[in-house]
């Protein structure tokens, strides 16, 4: 890495976002070192700034997703407010939108009108369900689109659905925005384009993600029932009660780590060449013995031994944990996961972003207050402070930020 500011450094990004989705996609790029400047409603902003107040006195949705912004509050169904957003446009390099169905053309900022207008601009929108379909009307939030798709129906246990616990429409959305985005910045490099228009939905992200699910169900016919804490494709593969009163997850994923885990860890030659477990597809066709097996044996043992001698034998194992736990947990601490964040009510902790980039120290910048820099990014295209009290006297702006 030559460039310690990021390897975005230099990037602008427009946000018109709320809740999750697009948030995570532009927190993404700010990580990286991408200026994100936030564009909020006046009245009130993000929405998810207000789901709780438990994070010193803020929402813990909003700063999870909104560190590193800039955020400046604009109406824009007012014209003057509409007119600072181009200007904003006119000197950015993505704007990210998330907005209720029909908002950006109402607004007349579609991707393909602000094609028109800033051709240089990469326009990302995300939304529920995609263009030109008998849903495409809809509002979707994440545990819409993941009930839509199926997800709901092979997580929990037989008939009983469960929504998987992250918000995974929304976060894999944004990921796969900023994916696109990333792409498109590299063909603007190499001189091979200039903007680019960008849709992505939580329903087909959703329906890329149970890829496995449904080439099984397409070529079986059957809907497999889901398994709790294991899997309909691979036994045994589960949670175990342990002696201690703690829970292990473990198991195999392949014959040889199946022969390995019945001979050296539940000393079993029986079961290694039982025929009714001899293949994965044996395996699960009766893996309620093998889980009767399991159980028994782990009840029998705490949870380190079982562990100390799963490692020793090539098994995966986890411990089951619950977040707060997480938050406890040695492996982070060990290798400095933790950071501290600012906000307007005192530094937070909070995890650095997965890639670890050698030479680059994600920037994990401050949580913006609703508003906070809207004065700074007005002077930055060219106002000058009677032009920005008459946009606040107009209600074009929001008030002034105060700590």
């Known amino acids: 890495m030559n460039n310690p500011a990021g390897p975005l450094a230099g990037i602008t990004v427009v946000a018109l976002e709320q809740a999750v989705s697009a948030p995570m996609c532009t927190r993404t790029l700010a990580d990286l070192g991408a200026r994100v400047i936030k564009v909020e409603n006046p009245r009130g902003g993000d929405f998810a700034r207000h789901y709780d107040d438990v994070v010193n006195g803020m929402a813990a949705h909003f700063v999870w997703v909104n560190?590193?912004?800039?955020?400046?509050?604009?109406?824009?169904?007012?014209?003057?407010?509409?007119?600072?957003?181009?200007?904003?446009?006119?000197?950015a390099d993505v704007v990210v939108s998330n907005l209720a169905p029909g908002s950006t053309r109402k607004l007349g900022i579609t991707p393909a009108d602000l094609a028109q207008r800033h051709p240089d601009l990469i326009a990302v929108e995300i939304d529920g369900y995609g263009a030109?379909?008998?849903?495409?009307?809809?509002?979707?939030y994440d545990l819409l689109a993941?009930?839509?798709?199926?997800?709901?129906?092979?997580t929990g246990g037989p008939d009983a659905p469960a929504k998987p616990g992250p918000p995974m429409a929304d976060v894999c959305s944004g990921l796969y925005s900023a994916i696109s985005i990333l792409s498109l910045l590299v063909a603007r490099g190499r001189g091979e384009s200039r903007g680019g228009a960008v849709a992505v939905s939580l329903f087909d992200t959703m329906t890329d993600l149970m890829g496995y699910a449904l080439n099984y169900t397409g070529?079986?016919?059957?809907?497999?029932?889901?398994?709790?804490?294991?899997?309909?494709?691979?036994?045994?593969?589960?949670?175990?009660?342990?002696?201690?009163g703690q829970t292990v997850v473990l198991g195999t994923t392949n014959d040889r780590e199946w022969q390995r885990l019945a001979t050296e860890i539940l000393q079993r030659d029986d079961l290694a060449t039982d025929p009714r477990f001899t293949s994965n597809s044996a395996r699960v066709e009766h893996r309620d013995v093998l889980d009767t097996v399991l159980n028994e044996w782990c009840s029998r043992h705490d949870l380190l031994d079982i562990q100390k001698a799963a490692d020793d034998a090539g098994i995966g194992n986890a411990r089951f944990n619950r977040p707060s736990d997480v938050i406890a947990h040695p492996h982070l601490a060990e290798r400095d996961r933790w950071r501290s964040v600012d906000t307007p009510n005192g530094p937070i902790p909070a995890i650095l972003p997965p890639p670890v980039i050698d030479g680059f120290e994600p920037r994990m910048g401050a949580i913006p207050g609703l508003g906070e820099h809207t004065d700074a990014i007005l002077a930055g295209v060219g106002l000058d402070p009677e032009d920005i009290a008459d946009l606040r006297t107009r209600g074009a702006v929001g008030p002034a930020f105060e700590r």
């Open 67 to 91: 560190r590193g912004k800039e955020s400046i509050t604009l109406d824009l169904k007012h014209e003057a407010g509409l007119d600072v957003l181009h200007r904003l446009l006119a000197a």
């Open 132 to 140: 030109g379909g008998p849903l495409s009307h809809k509002r979707a």
């Open 146 to 154: 993941q009930a839509e798709s199926g997800a709901c129906a092979i």
């Open 219 to 244: 070529r079986t016919g059957v809907d497999q029932e889901p398994r709790g804490m294991g899997s309909p494709a691979v036994a045994p593969y589960g949670a175990y009660p342990t002696a201690d």
